[in-house]
């Protein structure tokens, strides 16, 4: 069973500061991974890919990958009150002639002003 | 430019009923995928669908069912309604040349079962 986890929080951080989330995965064949951010009673946005070892850098948001720990992690800098929401860890699963996002439960950010 | 539609916003069915579900991808996009969010869990996926044709199911009960008509555009169907498939419906479009790499997702369908 492919799984990816991730901590339900929910993580609290003052506004201004850096959040950071993260997530696991267990397929070590996975190649492409996703940040997905859901505010509550919404859809998922998605709001980072990243497919290569390192970082990627879009605005307020980093996404950092490393495959050899199967380790993938979102930085939020300068966390505003707008950025509370439920942040999705997703990674695409290809098996024969599926291509599918299995995701994690979530993780339950708060940004306090 | 539009997004990927889904319709209805919201449903309240008798247990027992049948339901269909409707999606638009973003145009261009072959692909829809059908996934469910109970509350509190992520997404998890039904269904994927590619040029009219079936590419993957997950673990649901043949009480779901899919197709995607030649236009692209998508339907899910449950029938016999449990309690347990309250929850927020969501349909995916993909797309690899166009818009942002990876899953788009609509704005889902709240399934009510009372």
């Known amino acids: 069973q492919k799984e990816v986890e991730q901590n339900s929080g929910p993580l609290s951080v003052p506004e201004g500061a850096i959040a950071s989330l993260n997530c696991t995965y267990s397929?070590?064949?996975?190649?492409?991974f996703f940040w997905y951010r859901q505010y509550s009673g919404k859809s998922p946005e998605l709001i980072m890919s990243i497919y290569s070892n390192g970082d990627k850098e879009d605005g307020r948001f980093t996404a950092q990958l490393n495959k050899a720990s199967q380790y993938v992690s979102l930085l939020i800098r300068d966390s505003q009150p707008s950025d509370s929401a439920t942040y999705l860890c997703?990674?695409?699963?290809?098996?024969?002639?599926?291509?599918?996002?299995?995701f994690g439960t979530g993780t339950l950010l708060a940004v306090q002003p | 430019d539009a997004g990927v539609t889904q319709s209805p916003t919201h449903l309240i069915k008798t247990r027992g009923q049948q339901v269909t579900l409707r999606c638009s991808p973003i145009?261009?996009?072959?692909?829809v995928s059908w996934y469910q969010q109970v509350l509190g869990q992520g997404p998890q996926f039904i269904f994927q669908?590619?040029?009219?044709?079936?590419?993957g199911r997950g673990n649901f009960p043949d009480r779901f069912s899919a197709r995607q008509f030649p236009n692209y555009s998508s339907e899910l169907n449950v029938n016999a309604l449990l309690l347990g498939d309250s929850a927020l419906y969501l349909c995916?479009?993909?797309?690899?040349?166009?818009?942002?790499?990876?899953?788009?997702f609509g704005s889902g369908t709240r399934l009510t079962v009372v």
């Open positions: 669908y590619y040029e009219k044709e079936e590419r």
């Open positions: 145009s261009g996009h072959k692909s």
């Open positions: 997703a990674v695409n699963f290809y098996g024969g002639a599926t291509n599918k996002l299995i």
């Open positions: 397929d070590r064949g996975s190649q492409s």
């Open positions: 995916a479009s993909f797309g690899e040349r166009q818009g942002p790499y990876g899953y788009t």
